[in-house]
Nanobody
C-alpha cells in the first residue's frame, strides 16, 4: 500500500509562487495515476490537477497558473503554483489511483490513497 506525504505549503502573498511536493513510499509512483485536490475552510474538497499515462488535466480555476509534474526517480509528485490568489487558500492533498489510466479522473472516488495534506495560505 502506497503512502503519500505532502510538503511545501506555507504563507505567501497574492501573486507569489509555491511548489508542493508529494513523496510516495511503498510503491512506485510511476505505476499510479496521481492527482492534487484541495479543501478550503467550510467547503468540500475539490479537484485541482491530475496526471496519468498520456498527460495532465487541470481545474479551470488553476489552468495556466498551476503545473503538475512527477519525478519517477525521486518517486515524487509536484504541483508548481504561480500567480497565487487568496481563493487558492486551502489544504492541498495528493492522491494516488492504483490504476495508471490513459487519462486521469477528476473524481476523488477514483483515488485510493491520500496524503494528510499541506496548508497553503495566500494573503491579499
Amino acid at each position: 500500500q502506497v503512502q503519500l506525504a505532502e510538503s511545501g505549503g506555507g504563507l505567501v502573498q497574492a501573486g507569489g509562487s509555491l511548489k508542493l511536493s508529494c513523496v510516495a513510499s511503498g510503491g512506485a509512483l510511476s505505476s499510479y495515476t496521481m492527482g492534487w485536490f484541495r479543501q478550503a475552510p467550510g467547503k468540500e474538497r475539490e479537484f485541482v490537477a491530475a496526471a496519468a499515462r498520456f498527460g495532465g488535466i487541470y481545474a479551470d480555476s488553476v489552468k495556466g497558473r498551476f503545473t503538475i509534474s512527477r519525478d519517477n526517480i525521486k518517486n515524487t509528485l509536484y504541483l508548481q503554483m504561480n500567480s497565487l490568489k487568496p481563493e487558492d487558500t486551502a489544504v492541498y492533498h495528493c492522491a494516488a489511483d492504483k490504476l495508471l489510466r490513459s487519462l486521469p479522473s477528476r473524481g476523488e472516488r477514483e483515488y485510493d490513497y491520500w496524503g494528510q495534506g499541506t496548508q497553503v495560505t495566500v494573503s491579499s
